[in-house]
């Protein structure tokens, strides 16, 4: 074995070193270098942290104070950060120093995982990895469109599946497709409407229907019996179900897949990500039905129609692994319901008592809380303030405070949504339920008690809103 040399005239890499040397200036290298608008928007609501390390459901500052995690990096941190197991099996990778990605062999990884990832996937056959939760929409939008010879697939409004071409033109949100057209002629209708997605099918052009059983922005679940009607109307037309479990796949919503909830829902696609990856190494896997695989992979000339680069790498399969296991062993699923009918129970308890507070949704640790117009007249007069600005501020006004006062991490749910979305990691319990509830009922006392501070950030919020039309 080799080890590392320093290049001729220069030092040996050292990662720790570089860190301690440059890590200061993460805000202006973000600036300069990649998205600026980014770094801008932290500094604009006060959340340009430096958080110097993490664990579980927690970061910690360079001053040692802990700030508790309600965001999971969008639902990637499913088991929190550095979990020991996914990081162990991350370093027993490494140190075994596979033949990996040869491009013509067949390593015993990617099997092992797609066994058990099949194992938790009754009525699916096989499985793609990629690399991310749009790559696994871009495949399952490739192999229905392939499978059934019709160009057309149809969304819900308001869906969010991913921001590469094809997967964008699936999204559901305005705000992501403008300025990029042409996209792939596929069409909207609303969540929940059976009607609308008959008239759809009658056209004979559709390959597909795709759906978040639980939509990420608004946290919107599908009405009861939904999925399953759905499911029956497109079969009769000879078209697909996907199923995007990309966020509300692996537990979050205290089922493996949030399409269980529903008895008799049997996807002829699903795509996940995000927590496969135990928030390590980038990966997503489109799961399907046999006949659609051997459709797509019909002769050894087409074995390489549908592939990845960095599909089914070593590292991404040993954390999926790892990621399975940890779940199975520590009932995640299990934990992460319990948790989220105490959480979702006590904020629901609420409602009653804050009339800025309008409804508290969702399943599992996927929870949504919305805002809503006051009826009295000095609240309402300053969330009518709020809403002529931009629709949206108050619940920015309702995270700020949470991570400065109470330094707990949340967000918006969406742009222009009086909502915010509750998706921690599933390891957590009753004592981050007690942190939450108890951060929350005191910015919402201080919302409704006209508390200076909360106001003053509103009129803040809305000054800016202004400027930027």
């Known amino acids: 074995m080799t080890t590392a040399q320093p290049a001729a005239g220069g030092e040996e890499f050292d990662l720790g070193r570089l860190i301690a040397e440059r890590g200061a200036e993460r805000y202006e290298l973000h600036a300069r270098h990649l998205n600026h608008q980014l770094p801008r928007m ?19 500052d360079a001053d040692g104070d802990d700030y508790l995690d309600m965001l999971a990096g969008f639902g990637v941190m499913g088991l929190g950060r550095h979990h020991p197991v996914v990081r162990k099996a991350l370093h027993d990778v490494l140190d075994a120093q596979l033949a990996d990605l040869t491009r013509f062999d067949c390593q015993p990884l990617p099997g092992l995982l797609a066994e058990r990832l099949l194992g938790h996937s009754p009525h699916l056959d096989r499985v793609f990895f990629g690399n991310s939760g749009t790559e696994a929409v871009e495949t399952a939008l490739k192999f229905a469109r392939f499978a059934t010879g019709r160009p ?42 059976l009607d609308a997605l008959a008239r759809e099918l009658k056209k004979g052009d559709v390959a597909a229907l795709i759906v978040e059983p639980v939509q990420g922005k608004g946290v919107h679940e599908a009405p009861p019996g939904y999925l ?14 996907i199923a995007d479990e990309v966020q509300t796949g692996l537990g979050r919503t205290g089922d493996f897949y949030a399409y269980q909830h529903e008895e008799g829902v049997e996807p002829d696609l699903v795509c996940v990500a995000k927590a496969l990856s135990g928030g390590y190494v980038p990966v997503g896997a489109t ?59 006590r904020l629901a308890a609420l409602v009653e008592k804050y009339e800025l ?11 949504g809380i919305e805002f809503g117009r006051p009826k009295s ?93």
């Not at 559901?172 to 969540?191: C, I």
């Not at 399953?228 to 179900?241: D, I, N, S, T, Y």
């Not at 399907?288 to 070593?314: C, P, Q, T």
């Open 152 to 193: 057309r697939v149809l969304y819900c409004d308001h869906a969010f599946h991913g921001l590469t071409t094809g997967s964008l033109s699936v999204n559901g949100e305005s705000g992501f497709r403008d300025g990029f057209a042409p996209l792939l002629p596929d069409t909207a209708v609303p969540l929940g409407d």
């Open 377 to 469: 007249l000095k609240l309402r007069s300053r969330w009518t303030m709020l809403q002529a600005a931009r629709k949206g501020l108050f619940a920015q006004m309702v995270v700020v405070p949470l991570l400065q006062r109470h330094r707990i991490l949340t967000q918006v749910s969406g742009d222009h949504l009086e909502v915010i979305k509750l998706i921690p990691p599933l390891i957590i319990g009753e004592r981050e339920v007690d942190r939450f509830v108890d951060a929350f009922t005191e910015v919402m006392d201080d919302a409704h008690g006209g508390g200076g501070l909360m106001w003053d950030f509103g009129r803040t919020l809305v000054k800016q809103a202004v400027a930027n039309r």
């Open 287 to 345: 799961l399907g039905k046999e006949w659609i695989f051997r459709k797509v992979y019909s002769s050894m000339d087409r074995v390489l129609v549908h592939s990845a680069s960095f599909g089914s790498n070593a590292q991404a399969m040993a954390a999926g692994l790892a990621v399975l296991s940890v779940m199975e062993n520590e009932e995640i699923v299990a934990g992460a319901r319990a948790t989220g009918e105490l959480l979702k129970g």
């Open 42 to 60: 932290l500094h604009t609501i006060g959340f340009d942290k430096v958080y110097e390390r993490a664990e579980g459901a927690y970061f910690w």
């Open 357 to 367: 507070l309008s409804d508290v949704r969702g399943r599992g640790l996927m929870i």
């Open 228 to 241: 399953r009607a759905a499911q029956e109307l497109l079969r009769g037309h000879k078209a697909l179900l």
